[in-house]
């Protein structure tokens, strides 16, 4: 798949101060920026076009990508109307993209998926959606339980499988722009209902794959701590 299409509109005021002078995706995790990782991940699975909606601080992203040449991609901007991420995908596809499928994401996401099999899979399945699944890594303490009520035991960042979520990680088929409405989030409006009519495909992230996203300040610094794992450098 040639095309991906990167939401980056929001003001981002969990990162504050990181995003008084600029967009979240422009904010440095181990001294480059949100979007260089992404777009350094989507060229690796031969991605050539970028199609990114845009609003908070624009002109940034705007500067930063005719600083770097565009890093070799074919780029595109659409206005981020700021109704919410369901107008903001169905006016970024509308505009720019032609493709029958294509990676739809979130500007805040890291991940070492291999983008490949997820690709795969919706080509052979042909869903509307597929969507990316990692198990839910709890920030808080899990607290074991045992006889007579007494706490035995505390696991922090514990994993937990049987919670998959979203990261914000998509293959789209252009036929979703016919269910994408005027205002609201993606997640409450059209996937909510594609899930009821079985439109939406998981493809859950396997040993060794990883996800974050970058929310906090301390996001960043644990994002920091597994991208050098990651050695994409």
Same mark, same amino acid.
């Given at each position: *798949?040639?095309? @991906?299409?990167?939401?980056?509109?929001?003001?981002?005021?969990?990162?504050? =101060?990181?995003?008084?002078?600029? =967009?979240?995706?422009?904010?440095?995790?181990?001294?480059?920026?949100?979007?260089?990782?992404?777009?350094?991940?989507?060229?690796?699975?031969?991605?050539?076009?970028?199609?990114?909606?845009?609003?908070?601080?624009?002109?940034?992203?705007?500067?930063?990508?005719?600083?770097?040449?565009?890093?070799?991609?074919?780029?595109?901007?659409?206005?981020?109307?700021?109704?919410?991420?369901?107008?903001?995908?169905?006016?970024?596809?509308?505009?720019?993209?032609?493709?029958?499928?294509?990676?739809?994401?979130?500007?805040?996401?890291?991940?070492? *998926?291999?983008?490949?099999?997820?690709?795969?899979?919706?080509?052979?399945?042909?869903?509307?959606?597929?969507?990316?699944?990692?198990?839910?890594?709890?920030?808080?303490?899990?607290?074991?339980?045992?006889?007579?009520?007494?706490?035995?035991?505390?696991?922090?960042?514990?994993?937990?499988?049987?919670? =998959?979520?979203?990261?914000?990680?998509?293959?789209?088929?252009?036929?979703?722009?016919?269910?994408?409405?005027?205002?609201?989030?993606?997640?409450?409006?059209?996937?909510?209902?594609? @899930?009821?009519?079985?439109?939406?495909?998981?493809?859950?992230?396997?040993?060794?794959?990883?996800?974050?996203?970058?929310?906090?300040?301390?996001?960043?610094?644990? @994002?920091?701590?597994?991208?050098?794992?990651?050695?994409?450098?």
């Amino acid at each position: *798949m040639k095309t @991906a299409v990167i939401i980056a509109g929001g003001k981002s005021l969990r990162l504050m =101060p990181l995003t008084s002078d600029k =967009p979240k995706t422009l904010v440095e995790v181990m001294h480059k920026p949100i979007l260089y990782w992404i777009i350094k991940w989507l060229k690796k699975y031969g991605v050539e076009h970028l199609v990114m909606a845009v609003a908070y601080k624009k002109e940034e992203i705007y500067k930063y990508m005719k600083d770097n040449d565009n890093f070799g991609l074919k780029v595109d901007f659409s206005e981020d109307p700021g109704i919410g991420t369901s107008a903001a995908y169905k006016l970024a596809i509308a505009q720019y993209v032609d493709d029958e499928d294509f990676i739809a994401m979130n500007s805040d996401e890291l991940t070492n *998926m291999d983008l490949s099999k997820m690709i795969e899979k919706h080509v052979k399945n042909r869903p509307l959606v597929t969507m990316a699944l990692a198990p839910l890594n709890c920030r808080v303490s899990v607290v074991k339980v045992g006889d007579g009520d007494k706490i035995v035991g505390f696991e922090y960042g514990k994993k937990l499988p049987s919670v =998959p979520v979203s990261i914000g990680i998509y293959v789209f088929n252009r036929k979703i722009l016919d269910k994408m409405t005027g205002t609201g989030s993606l997640e409450s409006t059209v996937f909510h209902r594609l @899930a009821h009519d079985g439109g939406i495909l998981a493809h859950m992230l396997t040993d060794g794959e990883e996800w974050y996203t970058i929310n906090t300040v301390k996001d960043v610094e644990e @994002a920091a701590v597994e991208l050098k794992k990651w050695k994409l450098e």
